[in-house]
């Protein structure tokens, strides 16, 4: 009699398992009730310049990927020349300096579902164009480097190098007390110098110290030549070979104000 029991409820066990099993999981039923006007979108991050050059273009782009979502640009400050396929992607002119001298860049975010987001702002400080051949950023530029509480005063020589500029005194105050080493040879940069007012210094051989050879640098930076004289503006970061690490990048939230770069404010003598 027992075992026609247990039989039983093995039968009745089973057959509510496969009852079961034919249905939706939880997650199933959940996908299945799940429509694309639920989402509620909202523009969550984007990047691009916060300082741009009158007449030049410059790309803004949102950062994230929503399947099926589209995005749109606009500006009555500035023109939104091209967009991307993926309208992702802004290339925005800078025709005219507005009012205030600051432009308004908008985006927004339509889903799959038609449902349209709040516009999220960007705001750019547009710079008057004041054009400066290669040849002017050759001499003597006084000024401050470093970050932080371990900003030192500066005194950088450029000169020609091809279509590029020779660096040379840059670091010097903060290698000799921050990292309590002396540069004994090289310490010279090769910076490129772009027309529409930035500047790049690609990763490249920098110096040997007293302590460790085969330092590296590399940064990028601003350049005006609008006001009394011309003035540039490098962040830049040094890679300390004995480590394997990038010493700013390394040290910026503790010691240089959350910066995880060095800065050097420079105007020509």
């Known amino acids: 009699m027992k075992k026609n029991i247990i039989a039983r409820v093995a039968f009745v066990l089973t057959a509510a398992m496969l009852f079961t099993s034919c249905g939706d999981t939880y997650m199933e039923e959940n996908q299945n009730a799940y429509s694309a006007s639920d989402v509620v979108p909202v523009v969550l991050s984007t990047s691009g310049p916060t300082v741009a050059l009158q007449t030049f273009t410059y790309d803004f782009k949102v950062t994230y990927a929503r399947a099926g979502s589209t995005w749109n640009w606009s500006s009555a400050d500035a023109t939104v020349q091209t967009v991307s396929a993926d309208t992702r992607t802004a290339s925005v002119l800078f025709g005219n300096i507005p009012a205030g001298g600051k432009a308004i860049i908008k985006v927004s975010e339509t889903t799959a579902g038609g449902i349209t987001s709040p516009e999220k702002s960007i705001e750019v400080t547009v710079n008057p164009f004041c054009p400066l051949a290669v040849s002017g950023f050759v001499g003597t ?58 500047l790049t210094i690609a990763e490249q051989y920098f110096c040997d110290t007293d302590y460790s050879d085969g330092y590296k640098i590399k940064g ?50």
């Open 141 to 198: 530029w006084t000024g401050t480097d470093g970050q932080g509480d371990f900003t030192y005063p500066a005194d950088v020589t450029t000169a020609l190098s091809g279509t590029q500029i020779l660096v040379d005194g840059l670091n010097v105050g903060f290698m000799g007390d921050f990292w309590a080493e002396t540069i004994v040879s090289g310490g010279t940069c090769l910076m490129t110098v772009n027309p529409d007012g930035t």
């Open 220 to 269: 990028s930076g601003l350049w005006d030549n609008c006001g009394a004289k011309p003035v540039l503006t490098i962040n830049y970061d040094v890679w300390y070979p004995d480590g394997n690490y990038w010493i700013a990048a390394r040290y910026g939230a503790n010691y240089f104000d959350g910066k995880t770069y060095l800065t050097a404010s420079l105007t020509l003598n």
